[in-house]
C-alpha cells in the first residue's frame, strides 16, 4: 500500500478501495531425484527461531545434485505468500499515513501469516531448503 502512496495516490482512496493486498515470491524446490538428508549449521537454525529438536521431527533435505537438476540440487519452483486482509483497523492506519512496518505488525497480530512463516512451512515439508526460505524472505 505504501507503494500506492508513494505513486501519489491519496490514503483515503486506498483504504476506501483495497480489499487485500497480495506479496508473492518463487522458491526452488528439492529436486526429488537426488534429495538427501541435510544437516543445518546451529547459527541457520537461530536466524529462523527452530530449536534442533524440531529440527529433528523435520528431518530437512538437500538435493546433492544430478543430470535431472543440472547438478543445482533444485527442480522446479513454487511460492510463498503473504495475503494481508484490509479490515477497518488496517484501514484506519493507512488513512493515518502509518508506515508500513506498523501496518504489517498490526495484521501479524490479527493473525496474518507472513511470507516468511509460510516459506517456512514449506521447509519443514520437505518441498524446499531453509537456505532458499533466507533467500526470498526476510524473518522479522
Excluded at 547459527?43 to 521431527?57: G, I, N, Q
Excluded at 535431472?68 to 492506519?93: H, Q, W
Excluded at 507472513?114 to 524473518?139: D, H, I, P, W
Amino acid at each position: 500500500m505504501t507503494r500506492l502512496m508513494d505513486m501519489g495516490v491519496e490514503p483515503f482512496l486506498i483504504a476506501s478501495s483495497v480489499v487485500c493486498v497480495g506479496a508473492q515470491r518463487l522458491l526452488r524446490k528439492i529436486c526429488p531425484s537426488c534429495r538427501v538428508p541435510a544437516t543445518i549449521p546451529e547459527e541457520v537454525l537461530l536466524r529462523c527461531k527452530l530449536s534442533k529438536s524440531e529440527l529433528d521431527r523435520i528431518a530437512p533435505f538437500r538435493g546433492k545434485g544430478c543430470i535431472k537438476c543440472n547438478m543445482t540440487g533444485y527442480f522446479g519452483r513454487t511460492g510463498a505468500s503473504e495475503v494481508l486482509l484490509v479490515d477497518p483497523d488496517i484501514r484506519e492506519l493507512v488513512i493515518q499515513k502509518k508506515s508500513s512496518n506498523v501496518i504489517h505488525q498490526l495484521a501479524v497480530e490479527k493473525g496474518m501469516e507472513t511470507l516468511f512463516e509460510n516459506a517456512l512451512g514449506l521447509f519443514k515439508s520437505g518441498v524446499t531448503t531453509l537456505e532458499e526460505v533466507l533467500r526470498v524472505s526476510s524473518q522479522e
